[in-house]
């Protein structure tokens, strides 16, 4: 077991935990963007835990300073990732008041369970890349300089198994948003590793998420059931 680690477990809204590691975090700053809720706000949390200072974006300000209220030095801040002048000023703002960012977790996006390319409008198709796969670039592109100069530094980018397999409930838009977005993650790997900087993405599928809980009511079993 590497040091500074060891072994520890999450609770679940179920009462189960799931295993994990917890890694000793002290002295490092988290960005999680998307945080008000669900996926984001279990990183925000979990990230904590271990340690570190972590500022919370999202466009529902009231939500994420409700996730970073319980975390010892937490820090909320509105931003439309979809916005680039929005996405410009948080990365000035976190970095100029915490004096630099070790962890990007860029988890912010949208989920759409519109179905049928015949359905999609052109706002529509253009709005979910702005958010899903532009909003991540410029988040990387404010702060990449930033950690190549120090040498160090971790991107997580929270992509989708729709990305993988293709969509089955959700929308044609997000599973293409998150398919560029595994593709934007191995391209700015390459780049950012020479410089000691991680970068990856996750893939989770249906995760019990306010949407998610709404469009599956009744059928959650459906989807369970293919669980190994």
């Avoid at 962890?103 to 958010?131: C, P, Q, Y």
């Avoid at 988040?139 to 992509?159: D, F, P, T, Y």
């Amino acid at each position: 077991m590497p040091e500074g680690c060891d072994s520890g477990a999450i609770p679940m809204p179920s009462g189960k935990r799931w295993r994990t590691m917890e890694i000793n975090l002290g002295g490092k700053t988290a960005l999680v963007t998307g945080g008000a809720a669900g996926i984001g706000r279990a990183c925000a949390q979990l990230l904590a835990e271990a340690g570190a200072r972590v500022v919370v974006a999202d466009i529902n300000l009231q939500g994420a300073q409700e996730t970073v209220a319980p975390l010892e030095g937490g820090v909320a801040v509105r931003c439309d990732i979809g916005s680039p002048s929005d996405v410009s000023d948080m990365c000035e703002t976190v970095l100029s008041t915490c004096g630099g960012v070790d962890i990007l977790v860029n988890n912010a996006g949208l989920i759409s369970f519109k179905r049928g390319i015949g359905a999609l409008s052109i706002d529509e198709w253009a709005r979910m890349l702005d958010v899903n796969l532009r909003g991540a670039f410029l988040v990387c592109q404010g702060l990449a300089e930033h950690m190549k100069r120090r040498g160090s530094g971790k991107i997580i980018n929270l992509s989708s198994m729709a990305a993988r397999v293709g969509g089955i409930e959700v929308g044609l838009h997000y599973s293409v948003s998150k398919a560029g977005l595994i593709g934007f993650t191995r391209s700015l790997a390459k780049e950012m590793g020479p410089f000691g900087v991680n970068v990856n993405a996750v893939a989770p599928g249906f995760t019990q998420t306010e949407p998610v809980k709404r469009q599956l009511e009744g059928r959650e079993q459906t989807y369970t059931a293919q669980i190994p």
